[in-house]
């Protein structure tokens, strides 16, 4: 049962790449397959735990080498990237929530890693080197599940970089020409600007910002601080036992060819007796629903949920503990992580390979109180429980070298081969 599982999996990859894709060459192809499987099995990012976890017939130093070389091709994170939108397909739908997020990959002690930059933590909150993520991912709110769609990274020190917006600008982009305006984008206080504003109108897509206490609103031609004119809603509809909101119609002004326009938004005002202050939101139209209104408050709560699948990449991979210093190797690296976490949403999808890894994770030998609440941490565990002290994962590579050691060794075979007891009688 173990061995069919190990094999579905292996199934699942192979499906991914076996596909139709510009720069997707049979070494590129093989490259990927053991970049992600070694990236599940060891549960890192280190090149040569990823080399040791495929258990090659040859030396550790040669696989090393090999992959090095490999995820040194730039084209690699776009490449996974398209990929990673073939499948996001399969899940997407008019309901879907997207995050859209940008957070950091540290490197503490590092200070000769390429294009390095200097940034915040998060973790933390103090000022270290690293380079900069930006990343997509989904939420379907029937199933109540959690997928990866794009992740990109950048440097603010590298050459041809412009600005952080930009770059976010360049994600959205690309999952608007895919999936056009379906679904509710959400996104924290970061993106709450006039020009993040005007792109996501031009773009024509849905979306509900957590909004800075600083930024000024225009209601009824007047100009208010948001906080005040937060304050001042009658927050009149119960969201839940602990929280009840409100809202109103603002306009903010943006500039489109040097002059100003106002732009409608909605101005919702929620207030939680467990907190003492206000949570502000803006999001795009004049709505006059309250169901609307409720329902892209909840689609904003459900990111909670969705930034655990930010830190799943970090701790589940350990993205941070890569020691590459190319930046192009980072890249592959963080691109293998995102196709690793696709392939565990594929295996969710399939109950009883689901069922089969779960059961190899044996949670049950660990604390309720320690369990991770989040799947995928247990989807993880069990794909490396089954592929533990496996002898050979792939036989792409070795069979030529079986073949060729079959060929050297009828070679060395004596030119006849007489039985001895034919011998014997002559």
């Not at 192809?29 to 990012?45: H, N, Q």
């Not at 190797?329 to 689901?354: F, N």
Request: net charge positive.
């Amino acid at each position: 049962m173990i061995a069919e599982s190990r094999s579905k999996v292996k199934t699942i990859l192979q499906q991914i790449v076996n596909v139709e894709e510009r720069d997707l060459t049979k070494p590129i192809r093989k490259f990927i397959v053991e970049g992600v499987i070694g990236m599940l099995i060891s549960g890192t990012a280190n090149l040569t735990e990823m080399a040791r976890s495929l258990t090659e017939p040859i030396s550790l130093k040669q696989t090393v080498k090999r992959l090095r070389r490999m995820s040194l091709n730039p084209v690699l994170l776009p490449l996974i990237n398209r990929l990673c939108l073939r499948e996001a397909k399969r899940w997407v739908t008019r309901e879907t929530i997207f995050a859209l997020d940008s957070g950091d990959i540290s490197h503490v002690y590092g200070k000769e890693f390429e294009s390095i930059a200097r940034l915040k933590d998060g973790s933390t909150g103090k000022i270290s080197n690293g380079h900069n993520p930006n990343q997509i991912t989904g939420y379907d709110r029937e199933k109540k599940t959690t997928f990866p769609i794009l992740l990109d990274l950048y440097s603010t020190v590298r050459h041809g970089f412009e600005s952080a917006n930009k770059e976010a600008w360049k994600l959205v982009r690309e999952v608007v020409k895919t999936f056009g305006t379906a679904g509710l984008w959400v996104m924290d206080r970061g993106y709450d600007s006039k020009g993040h504003f005007k792109e996501w109108y031009r773009l024509g897509i849905e979306f509900i910002v957590r909004a800075c206490k600083t930024r000024d609103v225009w209601i009824r031609n007047v100009k208010q601080n948001i906080l005040d004119a937060g304050n001042a809603i009658n927050r009149r509809y119960k969201y839940n036992k602990h929280g009840r909101f409100g809202y109103c119609k603002v306009m903010i002004p943006v500039s489109r060819n040097g002059k100003s326009e106002f732009l409608p938004f909605t101005l919702i005002a929620y207030k939680d007796n467990r907190n003492k202050e206000i949570i502000l939101f803006i999001t795009n139209g004049h709505i006059r629903s309250s169901k609307i209104i409720r329902k892209r408050i909840t689609a904003y709560f459900r990111r909670w949920s969705i930034e655990e699948g930010y830190r799943f990449e970090k701790q589940g991979f350990g993205i941070e503990k890569a020691t590459v210093r190319r930046f192009s190797r980072i890249q592959t690296l963080v691109g293998l992580s995102l196709l690793s976490w696709v392939v565990l949403a594929r295996i969710s999808e399939k109950e009883r390979l689901k069922a089969v890894v779960l059961e190899s994770a044996a949670m049950e030998k660990v604390k309720q109180k320690d369990r991770p609440r989040f799947l995928y941490y247990q989807l993880l565990k069990g794909v490396q429980q089954m592929f533990r002290g496996i002898g050979r994962i792939f036989r792409f590579r070795s069979t030529r070298i079986s073949r060729h050691k079959a060929r050297w060794e009828a070679i060395q075979r004596p030119l006849f081969d007489w039985p001895s007891a034919f011998l014997e009688v002559v």
